[in-house]
């Protein structure tokens, strides 16, 4: 299953290494990836494939939140085929 993870926050050490170690953690497989900083603000758009089927999208989902408060960033993931209606024109 394919979902889209968005990562924004004050720019910071670390945001992208503590980020993809909890994907990598769970056998979550990074398939595109897009960031920037604009001014102070970091932000990330992830494609990702979720390859196990011993781990939930929801404890993922949980540990990113988890993550993102403890380091003050804003994680939200969604179902590629959710964020593509969503999106849709």
């Given at each position: ?79 590629e085929e959710i964020f593509t209606s969503m999106h849709r024109i």
């Amino acid at each position: 299953m394919k979902a889209v993870v968005t990562v924004i926050g004050k720019d910071q050490k670390g945001i992208i290494a503590k980020v993809s170690n909890i994907l990598f953690k769970n056998e979550v497989n990074i398939l595109d990836i897009s960031q920037t900083i604009m001014q102070d603000m970091f932000t990330m758009i992830m494609l990702v494939n979720f390859e196990s089927e011993s781990i939930t999208l929801k404890q993922v989902i949980d540990e990113l939140e988890e993550a993102g408060r403890d380091i003050g960033l804003s994680i939200h993931v969604q179902r590629e085929e959710i964020f593509t209606s969503m999106h849709r024109i």
